[in-house]
């Protein structure tokens, strides 16, 4: 019978020299090692054993946020405020062509202030914030303001390059988040999948130009309405306004297509075939 020997200090004196020659790391001390089940394992090893445990369940859980979409609850005030400008919407654009200037100054005045509660609420109370109002929330601004902007060109109270200018590059931020939409989803895409906003795979945010761009079009054309209401339509003010708004409007569109600063991707890119 091969007689069994006991891991003492003798044998870890004698192992770092006949490991030496195989190009194994010398043992150090003794202390920094144990004997377990017939192997020689260090602390550090013994440590990431048991940390291993917790290591695969968080690598998991990540490649399960990665592979999984993340969803969302919709139904918040802020939400429901972005929709109901939205609904009315056209009454404003009805309101305009029929030359009730009065009336549409109220609503238009009424929604740009919406727009302003609904995005406090959703910066300041916990659970209001969501994906899809970053979504909702421009694109209601931008058919709000791309509404009275063409009914003031068809009445003659903006100048019509102008108006092509404004519809242009809104036309344009939508077909290029449109396809940023596209290739951030998993393929196959179908068109459920990619009209579901409860999956987030784009977040949409306004730019610092943009923001201003945007405010300056609300005054182009509150003072617009106001100008026929109280008849000072020949003020010289409106060349200022109209060339001010093109500037930050052409360089709104360059901010958000060039440098991508509107736009963060929520998950990984398509994979190419």
């Known amino acids: 019978m091969i007689p069994r020997f006991k891991f003492s200090a003798s044998i870890g004196k004698v192992l770092p020299s006949l490991l030496r020659p195989c190009n194994f790391p ?12 017939g192997r020689v394992v ?16 968080k690598i998991k859980t990540k490649l399960q946020s990665v592979k999984n979409f993340s969803k969302e609850n919709i139904l918040t005030l802020p939400n429901a405020i972005s929709l109901a400008r939205l609904l009315a919407t056209p009454g404003l654009g009805y309101l ?8 549409a100054t109220g609503i238009f005045v009424v929604l740009c202030v919406s727009d302003l509660v609904d995005g ?14 970053s979504i909702i929330d421009p ?17 003659g109270l903006l100048p019509l390059p102008l108006v092509i200018l404004y519809i242009s590059r809104d036309v344009g931020l939508v077909l290029f988040g449109a396809y940023l939409r596209y290739i951030s989803l998993p393929p196959p895409v179908t068109l459920k999948q990619f009209f579901n ?17 945007t405010v300056l079009q609300a005054l182009l054309i509150t003072t617009s309405l106001l100008a026929e209401v109280f008849e000072f339509s020949d003020s010289s003010v409106f060349p200022f306004l109209w060339y001010l708004t093109a500037t930050t409007t052409v360089w709104s569109s360059v901010d958000y297509l060039c440098f991508k600063s509107g736009y963060r991707m929520i998950r990984r890119k398509r ?3």
């Open 26 to 37: 010398p043992l150090v001390s003794v202390s920094n090692y144990t004997y377990t089940r």
């Open 42 to 57: 260090s602390r550090i090893d013994q440590k990431f054993i048991q940390n291993l445990g917790s290591h695969k369940i």
């Open 96 to 103: 305009i062509l029929n030359n009730n200037h009065m009336y």
């Open 120 to 133: 406090y609420i959703a910066r300041n109370v916990n659970g209001q914030s969501s994906i899809f109002g």
């Open 139 to 155: 694109v209601a601004d931008k058919l709000m303001i791309g509404t009275a902007t063409i009914t003031l060109g068809i009445v």
């Open 197 to 213: 906003l409860k999956l987030k795979t784009v977040e949409a945010t306004p730019s610092y130009v943009s923001k201003i761009n």
């Open 271 to 273: 994979r190419k075939k």
